[in-house]
């Protein structure tokens, strides 16, 4: 019954090693969602996609890129990860503007 | 932009009281309200949401309040239970777009 699921669940790679995590939804939602999440801290959005039309957060770093091939996946590419860019990377959909986000479980990255 | 506060940071609480967990936010036009609890290494759930037009709500042990003069809204747990242990998360959604703002969270400890 999986409705966002995100691969893979722990990825580690090496610093200025570019890596890509993906996320798929079976809920159909015209909305995907990139967040950052930093050990005990909130959620921080990196960008979304309302159906093909990207949105990038102002403070989201160049080194962030995603992409939307269809409505049922979503990637997050990291060109050139640093040490600073260890973290939980949570994808999460919407049905529409204004609606319950609902979240991935998550990929931990580890950048050594 | 809008901003939310949440407080207290950590809350400890003996099995069977109550908790009560506050946020403020800055943005009236703000309209939906959610709550996440997120247990460790887990993905944040949504646990209750409220919108703007309703000043409480309630499912079992789990209630929002929500003040929009004030701009704040609250979560109360009742009995609480071991299983309640978590960190919760606020947040704040704007009408016009897409983005949740979260607060810092709460991180909850139901001492049995």
């Known amino acids: 019954d999986a409705m966002v699921i995100q691969n893979p669940r722990y990825q580690v790679t090496q610093f200025g090693k570019p890596v890509t995590l993906s996320c798929s939804q079976t809920?159909?939602?015209?909305?995907m969602y990139w967040y950052q999440q930093k050990s005990s801290q909130a959620p921080k959005l990196l960008f979304h996609y309302y159906d093909k039309d990207f949105n990038n957060e102002a403070d989201t770093p160049d080194n962030f890129q995603s992409r939307r091939p269809n409505t049922s996946f979503c990637f997050l590419d990291i060109r050139s990860p640093g040490l600073g860019d260890a973290a939980m990377y949570l994808c999460?959909?919407?049905?529409?503007?204004?609606?319950?986000?609902?979240f991935g479980p998550g990929t931990r990255l580890t950048v050594t | 932009g809008e901003n939310v506060e949440q407080h207290p940071s950590t809350l400890s609480v003996q099995e069977g009281d109550s908790a009560v967990i506050k946020c403020t936010y800055s943005d009236s036009a703000s309209n939906y309200f959610p709550w996440y609890k997120q247990e460790l290494g887990k993905r944040p759930q949504l646990i209750i949401d409220i919108r703007s037009n309703v000043g409480e709500k309630k499912d079992q042990r789990i209630a929002v309040t929500l003040n929009k003069t004030a701009k704040h809204f609250s979560l109360h747990i009742t009995e609480t239970q071991p299983e309640d242990s978590a960190v919760y998360f606020c947040a704040a959604l704007h009408n016009a777009g897409n983005m949740l703002t979260f607060g810092g969270g709460t991180r909850l400890m139901v001492k049995p």
């Open positions: 999460a959909t919407s049905r529409v503007r204004g609606y319950e986000q609902y």
């Open positions: 809920l159909n939602h015209n909305v």
